[in-house]
């Protein structure tokens, strides 16, 4: 086998594969790497992904490039040179090659379900409702920000109209500061039917309970229980942050029932700059005790008898 590019292998195709076989399979992988379609990955990649199986199928459907190809690899095909050696005759010593445009070749094999819609000729073309799932996420993730893979399982239309159903794993980005009913869109990802362009598939985060802390906007909030004596002449409170760094907060007021002490910038991070963060909030709940005995109240009545 010659060097260069493989374009069988791009397309996943075997050698001997018949035109109707490149057009599906060109369809197939076109479904997935139009950079349409793929708006929450890395544009580049999907671009050049695309190119390269729209080469591919420029070369082997073309039977004249494809001759060329199979006989002497990719990079004669695009230098042109003539080829002399004494087992092989050039087919056409005047051939130039001329790559086509990308987006043609996507226009021109998805002329039935969708071209239309794209060349704006049938306006009557509807698109489904959007498709929305709920996305528990735990107050972790959202404090450093996840990746969550999801599979998922839909109806495509394949290259002669007929349904099948395919599995694809969708990978979600969280972002850290992200809030409950934040919505991430897969633009038509939902099943493909006839004549419908398929929905798009939504994600609506949900935020699940945390054990100890709780949220409200940017902030968090701990409930924190202190003694009457610790209230009475200060504490010093230790606590374990959402990502596991230890906290020690020193009490030095006198504590009421109900006080609230404000840690600043230890909250949840704020997504639109996550180096920002709400604060952390601690509520004190005072325990009193339960009971005293005549000895402990006259003590007390000494010591705060005059304030």
Not at 195 to 221: M, Q, S, W
Request: hydrophobic share 35%; glycine share 8%; charged share 30%.
């Amino acid at each position: 086998m010659h060097m260069g590019i493989d374009y069988y292998n791009i397309l996943k195709v075997n050698r001997n594969a018949t035109d109707d076989d490149l057009k599906k399979a060109y369809r197939r992988l076109a479904m997935i790497w139009h950079p349409d379609k793929n708006p929450n990955t890395n544009k580049s990649d999907a671009e050049s992904k695309f190119k390269q199986i729209s080469e591919a199928y420029d070369v082997l459907s073309d039977p004249q490039k494809r001759q060329i190809y199979d006989l002497y690899g990719e990079e004669a095909l695009k230098s042109g040179r003539r080829f002399n050696n004494n087992n092989h005759q050039n087919p056409n010593p005047n051939f130039r090659f001329n790559p086509r445009d990308a987006e043609d070749i996507y226009a021109e094999l998805f002329g039935g379900s969708d071209a239309g819609f794209r060349n704006g000729e049938s306006s009557s073309v509807k698109k489904a409702p959007a498709v929305e799932n709920v996305l528990g996420c735990s107050l972790l993730d959202l404090y450093k920000g996840a990746k969550k893979k999801m599979k998922i399982s839909r109806t495509v239309l394949d290259s002669f109209g007929k349904i099948r159903t395919v599995e694809e794993i969708l990978t979600i980005e969280i972002k850290p500061g992200w809030k409950k009913g934040t919505k991430i869109t897969f633009p038509e990802k939902g099943n493909q039917e006839p004549g419908v362009i398929a929905a798009d598939l939504v994600f609506i985060i949900d935020e699940k309970p945390h054990d100890i802390f709780t949220r409200e906007g940017n902030d968090l909030l701990v409930n924190q229980e202190i003694s009457l004596l610790e209230a009475l002449t200060g504490k010093t409170v230790e606590l374990t942050t959402l990502d596991g760094r230890h906290l020690v907060v020193p009490v030095t007021e006198m504590v009421n029932p109900g006080y609230e002490l404000t840690v600043a910038n230890e909250g949840m991070p704020i997504s639109k700059d996550p180096r920002k963060k709400g604060n952390l909030r601690i509520k004190f709940d005072v325990r009193y005790p339960s009971r005293l005995t005549a000895e402990q109240k006259s003590d007390l009545k000494r010591v705060l008898g005059g304030s």
